[in-house]
């Protein structure tokens, strides 16, 4: 009886053991992959990608919303990537899926050189550069959503154009840090 006991007690310290690690971990994933929700008006601050925009505050607050990604993740986004952040607007219509409204993606400057020597249409446009970092700016080319519907009228009237974005957009701090393995997730 007491073997078993202990056996149980043993047991029950290492699955709690294993399921706060996992707990931990999940805390961890879900903070990378969990939007940052800002309230309308207010600034979009990103300090590790050294962005901050500040959206228009006509912008219904339930109507866009933030991702940001660095590392890996934001290499996954745009190849060369060190730091991405998506303003994407969130349909009101069933069936109609987010689109974006304004992507920041933020290079060393050496990523930016070797994708700007490259052939074919450029990646953005370069609103801003600070020392070894340049930021870039993807606008959406067309309107996603039906002319003339709830959505398509809203998203015309949220799409913004790169003299908004330069505006609107200003380094954050000291500029981004470097991504690195904690900062996707990788360990």
Known sequence: MR????????TS?????????????????????????VASGEPVAIPEAGVRFDPPSAWPRDRYRVE???????AEEQAGAAHWVALHYQPEQPGHLEASLCRIVVLTRDQWTRIEAEAG??????????DAWVYIAQLPQSNPYSPGSPDGEQFDAMRLSIRDVRA?????GDGPRAANASDTGEL
Do not use: H, M
């Open 3 to 10: 073997i078993v006991l202990i056996g149980l007690c043993v």
């Open 68 to 74: 940001r990604k660095s590392g890996n993740d934001a």
């Open 121 to 130: 249409p450029p990646i953005g446009t370069v609103i801003e550069s600070l």
């Open 13 to 37: 310290l290492t699955l709690g053991a294993c399921s706060k690690r996992d707990a931990s971990q999940e805390d961890r994933a879900a903070d990378r992959s969990q939007p940052d929700v």
């Open 168 to 172: 609107r957009f200003s380094i954050e």
